[in-house]
């Protein structure tokens, strides 16, 4: 539903106080499980898995005719989730035609730091100004709901109604929903609520966005694969109906496969392939090199990282990259994330009498004005799929590469007080978002080149990245000639991380020796390895296998069995009364505090 009327111009005043505050981080995390004993349940001797075939039909064909409970139906990845006896597993697991992923569980892990002016200091506010804020677009956020009674959440600028969907996929139905977590909300409001500051300034990167609200993780932040696979497939079902075009994806976890085995990234391929523009948070297991998370670590979508104005949003001398924001290469040699945004202390909606969150952590809370402040890349990406928002509805005509390209190639990058590069492109990519000037660039053409999005969903062709490492463990681009790294433009990176106080974001867009990201040396243009190496054949990198050209992982990454998972990960904190197995009470060390920056 579209609205043009004159933009509300009144102001609401707002009295903030925060006390002292430590500081954590927020994202959603992603375990798993593989074991029949660990494996998510709903009868008894039976356990949770996607079954995919050749087409859908094959699989729900296949499934029922082994007596297999069905619980979702997942056309866009060509599966099935059902409920199996170990009789009914061992059959499937037989059939050639067939591949069996267990459904593993999801998690929201929500850690918290205080923020302000955000829009300001990626320059949205100068969009805001000119009516560039969002109105017309849809933006569809994966999540743990939203807080539906608050009126900055379901109304826009103009008090109309912005929500034009609802879906929870955790149980199949359009109805109303809760948002019991607080984390869904808090991600929502960062892309699009109408309040206004003290200032009158919008308090949201795209305030008059319209909403489609998927609920797959329930209070605990805790859901499954099939539950968020279904999710992205009814956004891809509606995508036309909803003129959805940007999906936000704030959650993370590691990777457990190649990215296009993993079924989740396969849905989130497709998502892509379908024109919908998909934002995903690096995740927060930072600073360490090869820490990106799933869906992030998939090459096509726009993966983000996270800084910190320091808590001096008026002083940008000392704004840095977060310690917690999670750093590239991919394993398949991908430099993740393409950009970073604001992501320490970012202010949105939440409140203790209605969210688990805030009522763990109220000193994170402004209770008389229902807002709360959190960190983390979950944050960040919401920053950027408001943005994206911005850019749509200044020129709809833009494709997903499109998007990327533009937000990359006018990204300011961290340099040093000497004007070198003071982070690698593996933490900050090409560096902070700058909205105004992605909303007037006109780049075509500079992102995802030499990847094939069809040939990957289809199985007949995965790519590799540019990145490699040196057996002295340093990362880095290869060089021109394909024989070693290269180090004249600020890409190599050992391991060390200059956190100085000394850095400014560069107004410029070109790296050292004048090489521009928009002229065909891009570090997102996908390979394809030579040589008749199949990335689809069970290939492993398990201690130090060689690459093409010398290139090779130190103590490389293994994953048994042909990318099967050779770990167990429940969430102690699962509720069975929110239809979660508990399973083993291992919890994931991935949901961790931080250090206040």
């Not at 059959?91 to 067939?98: E, F, G, I, R």
């Not at 790519?463 to 057996?471: E, H, I, L, S, V």
Request: net charge negative; with cysteine; glycine share 10%.
């Amino acid at each position: 539903m579209f609205f043009s009327m004159t933009r509300f111009s009144g102001k609401v005043r707002l009295g903030l106080v925060f006390g002292a505050m430590a500081v954590a981080t927020a994202a959603i995390l992603i375990g798993q499980t593989n074991s029949l004993s660990h494996s998510s349940s709903t009868q008894s001797g039976t356990t949770s898995w996607l079954v995919q075939a050749q087409s859908f039909a094959d699989a729900k064909q296949i499934v029922n005719s082994e007596g297999g409970l069905i619980t979702h139906e997942l056309k866009l990845i060509k599966a099935v989730a059902a409920e199996l006896t170990a009789a009914q597993l061992a059959k499937l697991q037989s059939d050639p035609n067939l591949k069996l992923t267990v459904n593993r569980t999801v998690k929201v892990a929500s850690q918290f730091i205080p923020e302000a002016d955000y829009p300001t200091l990626i320059n949205a506010h100068n969009l805001h100004a000119g009516a560039i804020d969002g109105d017309g677009v849809t933006v569809a956020v994966i999540d743990t709901g939203w807080w539906r009674k608050h009126k900055w959440l379901r109304d826009d600028l103009v008090h109309q109604p912005r929500v034009v969907a609802e879906y929870n996929a955790r149980r199949d139905t359009s109805t109303h929903m809760r948002d019991r977590s607080g984390h869904g909300s808090h991600i929502t409001s960062v892309i699009m609520n109408s309040r206004l500051s003290q200032s009158g300034l919008k308090m949201s990167t795209a305030p008059m966005a319209n909403l489609v609200a998927i609920k797959a993780f329930n209070k605990h932040g805790v859901g499954t694969y099939a539950d968020v696979i279904r999710g992205v497939d009814w956004v891809v079902t509606h995508q036309a109906e909803h003129n959805i075009r940007v999906l936000n994806m704030s959650f993370s976890g590691p990777a457990q496969s190649y990215y296009w085995d993993d079924p989740l990234n396969q849905a989130v391929m497709a998502a892509w392939q379908a024109g919908i523009v998909v934002v995903a948070s690096a995740g927060n297991s930072g600073p360490d090199p090869m820490t990106i998370g799933v869906p992030g670590n998939v090459p096509y979508v726009i993966t983000v990282g996270a800084m910190t104005d320091s808590w001096t949003p008026a002083d940008t001398s000392d704004d840095k990259l977060a310690t917690f924001s999670s750093a590239g290469p991919t394993v398949e040699g991908f430099v993740k994330p393409e950009i970073i945004a604001p992501g320490g202390h970012i202010l949105g909606s939440m409140h203790s009498n209605k969210h688990l969150i805030a009522a763990q952590h109220p000193e994170f809370e402004s209770e008389h004005v229902k807002l709360f402040m959190m960190s983390g890349t979950s944050q960040s990406a919401a920053v950027v799929s408001g943005v994206v928002a911005l850019m749509l509805q200044a020129d709809p005509s833009l494709s997903p590469d499109d998007v990327k390209c533009r937000l990359m190639a006018t990204a300011r990058s961290a340099i040093n007080s000497e004007g070198n590069m003071a982070y690698s492109i593996f933490q900050q990519g090409a560096g902070l978002i700058d909205a105004e000037a992605a909303v007037s660039g006109t780049m075509y053409g500079c992102a995802n080149g030499g990847l094939d999005i069809d040939q990957d969903i289809a199985g007949t062709a995965h790519y590799g990245g540019w990145a490699m490492q040196n057996p002295d463990g340093d990362y880095g681009l290869v060089s021109e000639d394909g024989m070693g790294l290269s180090d004249d433009d600020g890409t190599l990176w050992s391991g060390g991380t200059m956190w100085n106080n000394g850095i400014m974001w560069n107004n410029g867009t070109m790296w050292n020796n004048g090489t521009m990201w928009n002229n065909g040396t891009m570090w997102n243009n996908g390979i394809m390895w030579n040589n008749g190496i199949m990335w689809n054949n069970g290939t492993m990198w398990n201690n130090g296998t060689m690459w093409n050209n010398g290139i090779m992982w130190n103590n490389g990454t293994m994953w048994n069995n042909g990318y099967t998972w050779d770990e167990d990960y429940t969430w102690a904190n699962a509720d069975p009364s929110d239809d979660v197995a508990i399973g083993v009470s291992t919890v994931a060390g991935i949901n961790h505090w931080v250090d206040q920056e």
